[in-house]
């Protein structure tokens, strides 16, 4: 007969881990099972706050998710409690006082002692079955055999199993019960091997299945150090552009700053003219006031006399003239107290805001003397501002606007510069270069270049170090040669623009030229540093003698002009004026912008030359 321990033990075992009960737990179908078998389950369902029964399927609810909450089963706990600690006798001894077991055969069914247990090795027909130690049965670590003997007929193996009943049977209860009630019968062995294929498959289907989610996991572990990293990256990239863009402010308030110094000592010279004029006067004064009353100190005769009577009547005609006028030095005020700032408030740009209230104006507007021919003007070293024409000649203008001088009449003018030793360097419509003198007279120096079916049209300008730059639209490159002449020492590729107009600085190696309706700044090498352009305009730019840049923005359709000051790295200073109207040229759109040596701007167009100045 069974033992308390034997019938505990395998009736005591969670349905799901076949160990004995840890912490048993009901569920409201009062199915039980190990609080870690639960935990388990929970992790298995999508479901919080509910559990489904493994067995029934019904659903216990689940208070805050937490498993430890739900109801312990108690008689249960403690039947596991008392199994664990009594320990089983033996079975097999035909005794009354039974010895303590120290081994259980999973086969067999029995608890043996000692004594026992060398016996039962020594049966060869039962030297196949597995001994496991007592110790670990009841710690829970090793489980009982399902098939034991048949608690109906008790000499008789459990070699059946029921598919509708789920429990293993002898054949006599297969026979007298289950088959008559049409229940499917399968041999226990063949039962535990689909059991055993099905758990294996499903091993091995939950191990690929593992390695995929661990793939997957090491997949969202690389995709978030790759997030982490164009992150980093974009944290980067917006701490360089706030420096960049700190730097362009910085520039930029540089450059507005240093145009509000130039316009103070403009301002502040103007009025120091005047103090100037009337401290000389008051010099004046005291001198020939000194002299007259030389006369109050003794008699005059002669000569002396002859002498203190001119003295006095030029007193007296000094002292005759007008008064200065307190209105000059108030508009000067009153012209500088125009000047403002104004805050940039426009949506994604960066500016930082324009001066406002310092306008120009026109000084000249001169009708050139042939319509349709100018090409190109240039800054002459004595002041002048020569125009270039393509029908014959350069034509020297003053600040004023007169025409002074007309040179080389016969030379079709395309382009042209000047060295800083007052030598001209000439390029006529043919792209044939030549050098002349500061009187115009031809130096036998010879160029080569290209030819105006191979190079077509282009700019001229000449830099700090007397190098000459051509640049030629139809290649789209600048050729750099030195006044000695002969073939060019370098070549600058312009595959991203074409060089129509050419202008260099005076401080740097850079370049400034016209492409198209844009305005490019070159380094030294050629490469693009910086970019202005506006839509619906042309640019046509210049370099001037502080190496700020004006650009005047042309709308040919309507003929109006606007001029903007720019520093180097063309960052906006200010507006020298806005919406000018010119007459429109009648055939070409072709426009040039330079400024004097004496500060004033020439803006021509193909058929007239307007001169602005400050008013001031």
Same mark, same amino acid.
């Given at each position: 007969?069974?033992?308390?321990?034997? $019938? /505990?033990?395998?009736?005591?075992?969670?349905?799901?881990?076949?160990?004995?009960?840890?912490? =048993?737990?009901?569920?409201?179908?009062?199915?039980?099972?190990?609080?870690?078998?639960?935990?388990?389950?929970?992790?298995?369902?999508?479901?919080?706050?509910?559990?489904?029964?493994?067995?029934?399927?019904?659903?216990?609810?689940? =208070?805050?998710?937490?498993?430890?909450?739900?109801?312990?089963?108690? =008689?249960?706990?403690?039947?596991?409690?008392?199994?664990?600690?009594?320990?089983?006798?033996?079975?097999?001894?035909?005794?009354?006082?039974?010895?303590?077991?120290?081994?259980?055969?999973?086969?067999?069914?029995? %608890?043996?002692?000692?004594?026992?247990?060398?016996?039962?090795?020594?049966?060869?027909?039962? /030297?196949?079955?597995?001994?496991?130690?007592?110790?670990?049965?009841?710690?829970?670590?090793?489980?009982?055999?399902?098939?034991?003997?048949?608690?109906?007929?008790?000499?008789?193996?459990?070699?059946?199993?029921?598919?509708?009943?789920?429990?293993?049977?002898?054949?006599?209860?297969?026979?007298?019960?289950?088959?008559?009630?049409?229940?499917?019968?399968?041999?226990?062995?063949?039962?535990?091997?689909?059991?055993?294929?099905?758990?294996?498959?499903?091993?091995?289907?939950?191990?690929?299945?593992?390695?995929?989610?661990?793939?997957?996991?090491?997949?969202?572990?690389?995709?978030?150090?790759?997030? !982490?990293? #164009?992150?980093?990256?974009?944290?980067?990239?917006?701490?360089?552009?706030?420096?960049? +863009?700190?730097?362009?402010?910085?520039?930029?308030?540089?450059?507005?700053?240093?145009?509000?110094?130039?316009?103070?000592?403009?301002?502040?010279?103007?009025?120091?003219? #005047?103090?100037?004029?009337?401290?000389?006067?008051?010099?004046?004064?005291?001198?020939?006031?000194?002299?007259?009353?030389?006369?109050?100190?003794?008699?005059?005769?002669?000569?002396?006399?002859?002498?203190?009577?001119?003295?006095?009547?030029?007193?007296?005609?000094?002292?005759?003239?007008?008064?200065?006028?307190?209105?000059?030095?108030?508009?000067?005020?009153?012209?500088?107290?125009? $000047?403002?700032?104004?805050?940039?408030?426009?949506?994604?740009?960066?500016?930082?805001?324009?001066?406002?209230? +310092?306008?120009?104006?026109?000084?000249?507007?001169?009708?050139?003397?042939?319509?349709?021919? #100018?090409?190109?003007?240039?800054?002459?070293?004595?002041?002048?501002?020569?125009?270039?024409? %393509?029908?014959?000649?350069?034509?020297?203008? /003053?600040?004023?606007?007169?025409?002074?001088?007309?040179?080389?009449?016969?030379?079709? $003018?395309?382009?042209?510069?000047?060295?800083?030793?007052?030598?001209?360097? *000439?390029?006529?419509?043919?792209?044939?270069?030549?050098?002349?003198?500061?009187?115009?007279?031809?130096?036998?120096?010879?160029?080569?270049?290209?030819?105006?079916?191979?190079?077509?049209?282009?700019?001229?300008?000449?830099?700090?170090?007397?190098?000459?730059?051509?640049?030629?639209?139809?290649?789209?490159?600048?050729? *750099?040669?030195?006044?000695?002449?002969?073939?060019?020492?370098?070549?600058?590729?312009?595959?991203? %623009?074409?060089? %129509?107009?050419?202008?260099?600085?005076?401080?740097?190696? !850079?370049?400034?030229?016209?492409?198209?309706?844009?305005?490019?700044?070159?380094?030294?090498?050629?490469?693009?540093?910086?970019?202005?352009?506006?839509?619906?305009?042309?640019?046509?730019?210049? *370099?001037?003698?502080?190496?700020?840049?004006?650009?005047?923005?042309? !709308?040919?359709?309507?003929?109006?002009?606007?001029?903007?000051?720019?520093?180097?790295?063309?960052?906006?200073?200010?507006?020298?004026?806005?919406?000018?109207?010119?007459?429109?040229?009648?055939?070409?759109?072709?426009?040039?912008?330079?400024?004097?040596?004496?500060?004033?701007?020439?803006?021509?167009?193909?058929?007239?030359?307007? $001169?602005?100045?400050?008013?001031?």
């Amino acid at each position: 007969m069974a033992t308390f321990h034997q $019938i /505990s033990s395998q009736n005591l075992e969670c349905p799901i881990c076949l160990t004995l009960f840890n912490q =048993p737990k009901s569920l409201v179908c009062s199915h039980t099972f190990c609080i870690d078998c639960v935990e388990r389950i929970v992790q298995t369902q999508q479901k919080e706050q509910t559990i489904t029964c493994p067995v029934c399927r019904k659903e216990t609810p689940l =208070p805050s998710g937490d498993v430890s909450k739900l109801q312990t089963n108690v =008689p249960l706990s403690s039947l596991v409690d008392e199994v664990k600690t009594k320990n089983p006798t033996c079975t097999v001894c035909e005794v009354d006082e039974k010895p303590p077991a120290v081994s259980y055969c999973q086969d067999c069914g029995k %608890y043996m002692c000692e004594s026992c247990e060398k016996g039962h090795a020594t049966w060869k027909l039962v /030297s196949n079955h597995e001994l496991v130690p007592i110790k670990e049965v009841l710690e829970g670590k090793v489980p009982l055999k399902r098939r034991q003997k048949c608690k109906k007929h008790l000499t008789d193996d459990e070699e059946c199993f029921c598919t509708g009943c789920r429990e293993y049977i002898c054949c006599k209860c297969g026979m007298l019960e289950h088959l008559q009630e049409g229940h499917k019968l399968e041999h226990a062995a063949i039962h535990e091997e689909k059991l055993m294929k099905n758990i294996k498959e499903l091993q091995e289907r939950a191990k690929s299945k593992k390695t995929t989610l661990e793939n997957h996991i090491d997949c969202i572990e690389t995709q978030r150090n790759e997030i !982490k990293n #164009m992150m980093r990256k974009v944290n980067h990239d917006i701490d360089k552009a706030y420096e960049e +863009y700190m730097q362009l402010l910085s520039a930029r308030r540089e450059a507005l700053k240093s145009q509000v110094k130039q316009w103070s000592e403009k301002f502040t010279n103007k009025l120091q003219v #005047m103090e100037d004029e009337s401290q000389q006067t008051i010099r004046h004064i005291n001198a020939m006031e000194e002299l007259v009353t030389y006369g109050m100190k003794v008699p005059l005769e002669k000569d002396a006399v002859f002498a203190h009577d001119k003295l006095c009547e030029n007193l007296k005609s000094f002292l005759v003239r007008d008064d200065p006028d307190d209105q000059s030095p108030i508009s000067v005020s009153e012209r500088a107290q125009k $000047i403002s700032f104004r805050k940039d408030v426009k949506v994604n740009e960066l500016c930082l805001g324009e001066l406002k209230g +310092y306008t120009w104006e026109i000084k000249a507007d001169v009708e050139l003397p042939v319509k349709d021919s #100018m090409d190109c003007i240039t800054r002459a070293p004595d002041g002048k501002m020569a125009v270039g024409s %393509y029908l014959g000649g350069i034509h020297l203008y /003053s600040p004023d606007g007169e025409l002074q001088q007309t040179v080389l009449k016969d030379i079709l $003018i395309r382009q042209f510069g000047f060295l800083s030793d007052g030598r001209s360097v *000439v390029r006529d419509t043919d792209n044939k270069m030549s050098l002349y003198t500061p009187q115009w007279e031809k130096l036998d120096v010879s160029f080569e270049t290209m030819s105006d079916d191979e190079g077509g049209h282009g700019g001229l300008t000449v830099d700090r170090d007397n190098n000459i730059y051509v640049s030629y639209k139809k290649p789209k490159k600048i050729q *750099v040669s030195s006044p000695q002449g002969c073939r060019a020492v370098r070549e600058i590729m312009c595959d991203e %623009y074409t060089p %129509y107009q050419l202008f260099s600085f005076h401080t740097t190696g !850079k370049l400034i030229l016209k492409d198209s309706s844009a305005v490019v700044c070159l380094d030294s090498k050629g490469k693009k540093e910086d970019i202005l352009e506006k839509k619906g305009t042309y640019a046509h730019p210049a *370099v001037c003698r502080d190496d700020s840049v004006i650009v005047a923005w042309v !709308k040919h359709e309507i003929g109006l002009v606007s001029i903007d000051r720019y520093t180097r790295d063309l960052e906006p200073v200010c507006n020298i004026i806005t919406n000018f109207k010119i007459q429109k040229p009648a055939k070409r759109n072709w426009y040039y912008l330079q400024e004097f040596e004496s500060g004033e701007i020439a803006f021509c167009t193909t058929d007239r030359l307007y $001169i602005l100045f400050d008013g001031m």
